[in-house]
T-cell receptor
């Protein structure tokens, strides 16, 4: 398995609280991604990064922000969590340039917003 | 943007039989079509992918076909085994992973 870890793996929080999920890689890959997975929706891209301090929005970015201050770390922040953000969040990495293929996923972080 | 539809949402097949999962896409510029497998409670993993300059690709018991004119692609699994039970996702992109759109998934169950 690619060296990619997510933390925390499980979190329960209340509506309105801030939440930060961390993705850490040891592969020195340029590209990092945050997806959410919900029943009936598959995997949807929230934000991605193509280098340190270089990030862009994905399909469902509203309510989320990201930061990448080091190659190995990509943080996803929910400034004020809502129940609609209850989901399983997956970080992914890929090497090389655009269109080069395989995404390596982390083990996922299950977030419950009460 | 791209829209990927995947069918069926659930599929049960007898062990040893074949399984076929179909996807359609909307963006004619899409040129990269990967398939990911997700076992229960695990992370998605790439099992096969195809690019638009190829009509078919095989890897042991797994094959993918692409029809660019009709804008659909399919996953074929032959001689199914219990370990094939999982959720399978198709995806399409016109320009790399940052534009990758996933289908909604097919839960495949292999009946012993």
């Amino acid at each position: 398995d690619a060296g990619i870890t997510q933390s925390p793996r499980h979190k329960v929080t209340e509506t309105g609280t801030p939440v930060t999920l961390r993705c850490h890689q040891t592969e020195n890959h340029r590209y990092m991604y945050w997806y959410r997975q919900d029943p009936g929706h598959g995997l949807r891209l929230i934000h991605y990064s193509y280098g340190v301090k270089d990030t862009d929005k994905g399909e469902v970015s509203d309510g989320y922000s990201v930061s990448r201050s080091k190659t190995e770390d990509f943080l996803l922040t929910l400034e004020s969590a809502t129940s609609s953000q209850t989901s399983v969040y997956f970080c992914a990495i890929s090497g090389g340039g655009p269109g080069t293929g395989e995404l390596f996923f982390g083990e996922g972080s299950r977030l419950t917003v009460l | 943007g791209e829209n990927v539809e995947q069918h069926p949402s659930t599929l049960s097949v007898q062990e040893g039989d074949s399984a076929v999962i179909k996807c359609t896409y909307s963006d004619s510029a899409s040129n990269y079509f990967p398939w990911y497998k997700q076992e229960l409670g695990k992370r998605p993993q790439l099992i096969i992918d195809i690019r638009s300059n190829v009509g078919e690709k095989k890897d042991q018991r797994i094959a993918v076909t692409l029809n660019k004119t009709a804008k659909h692609f399919s996953l074929h699994i032959t001689e199914t085994q219990p370990e094939d039970s999982a959720v399978y996702f198709c995806a399409a992109s016109p320009s790399g992973n940052e534009k990758l759109t996933f289908g909604t998934g097919t839960r495949l169950t292999i009946i012993p």
